[in-house]
């Protein structure tokens, strides 16, 4: 062979790496619980498993653009089909975006991407994949967005701006007032993309309704998925909601049948049962809840929780306590240094979370 090995370009081979959320281990007696990955553990509706299953034409391409998806989406929530574009999980459709809009310019010019830190771990993998540079702006104590220091972040080349609501993983949601406020300050050819992938949790009163400021705000794309309150994950359905300047662009650079045809017939087949949807989502929220309200009488420090996780701040604890649930066939996710992630999942693995935080001790 001629010459020396490839190389990958040097913002690639920076890339920090994104630690899925492991298995648990198994543990004497105990029945293990994966509290890692934000699922949820109550599965897809009966009708979604079989829309998935008698989809038959493997052999055959299927629609572009699920126009069945994005027209039974449409109707749901009362948008033009014009405005909808799916993705392989809101993962691909958010790479889409990104990559219409940020990236290196011919004269070399680096956009820049603000979005708020700790926060969706592969933010910064797909911005710097795309050739811009990433501007992460801390979320305060309370794990809530600083949007003021996000506006103070903003310089002639940010082009693109992410929230994240509820905040994985601190869980806090935006109201509307604050993403409204925000929305009226930056300017108009900044695109704030709003990532509303556990909407279905929140319960906070005056939480943003992105669907709402989307049609006054041109520049506003509303991210979506089917992989927690639908429990689709391994099918990989997402989308963006907004409008034609957003759409357009990402509608010319999306890498066509990007959603099967097996993962558009569970999602519309999943749409059609929302209430039963609702009643899984309500028992997560209910779990939560009391999750959230045993660990504050434990003395424990819990942000407010809108996803369906919690947010346990351990700091230099995180990976001792991480290793201690996985003692107890329990699976969380540790961000070193900072806090523990840990998903709501069914009763019993909850009561296993709030026995260990009960009993845990900040040994140092
Ligand atoms: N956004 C947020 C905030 C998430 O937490 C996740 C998944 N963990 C995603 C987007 C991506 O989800 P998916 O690609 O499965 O739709």
């Not at 648990?24 to 979604?48: C, F, I, R, W």
């Not at 290196?104 to 933010?123: H, K, L, M, N, Q």
């Not at 509303?222 to 997402?238: D, I, N, W």
């Amino acid at each position: 062979p001629i010459g020396a090995t490839v190389t990958p370009r040097p913002a690639i081979a920076a890339l920090p790496q994104y630690a899925a959320g492991r298995p648990p281990q198994p543990a004497d007696g105990l029945t293990p619980y994966k509290l890692s990955s934000n699922e949820n553990p109550y599965g897809p509706v009966d009708a979604a498993r079989q829309a998935y299953r008698s989809v038959d034409a493997l052999g055959r391409y299927p629609d572009p653009t699920a126009q069945t998806l994005r027209t039974t989406l449409a109707e749901v929530f009362d948008v033009p089909a014009e405005d909808i574009v799916t993705g392989t999980g809101s993962l691909g459709a958010l790479t889409q975006l990104i990559s219409c809009f940020a990236g290196t310019g011919p004269d070399g010019t680096v956009d820049e991407v603000i979005y708020p830190w700790r926060s969706f771990e592969a933010y910064p993998i797909v911005v710097r994949t795309a050739g811009a540079q990433d501007v992460q702006v801390l979320v305060d104590s309370e794990g809530r967005h600083d949007l003021e220091a996000m506006l103070a972040a903003i310089t002639d080349r940010t082009t693109v701006i992410l929230l994240c609501t509820p905040n994985n993983p601190t869980g806090p949601a935006l109201s509307h007032q604050e993403v409204s406020d925000f929305l009226a300050r930056v300017p108009r050819d900044i695109v704030v993309v709003i990532d509303e992938a556990y909407i279905e949790f929140i319960r906070a009163e005056g939480a943003v309704d992105a669907l709402a400021l989307y049609r006054h705000h041109p520049n506003v794309a509303v991210l979506r998925t089917f992989s927690k309150a639908h429990a689709l994950a391994s099918l990989r359905v997402g989308y963006v909601i907004s409008q034609q300047e957003i759409i357009g662009p990402m509608r010319a650079a999306a890498p066509p049948f990007s959603v099967s045809a097996a993962a558009e017939a569970a999602a519309v087949a999943s749409l059609g049962h929302l209430d039963e949807i609702q009643i899984t989502v309500q028992n997560l929220v209910y779990e939560r809840q009391r999750v959230r309200e045993a660990l504050l009488e434990a003395g424990w420090d819990v942000p407010a929780a809108e996803g369906n996780f919690v947010w346990l701040p351990l700091g230099e604890h995180s990976t001792d306590f991480a290793h201690q649930a996985g003692v107890l066939a329990l699976s969380v996710r540790a961000f070193d240094g900072e806090g523990v992630r840990v998903s709501i999942g069914e009763t019993e693995a909850n009561d296993r979370l709030i026995e260990l935080c009960r009993s845990y001790s900040l040994r140092g």
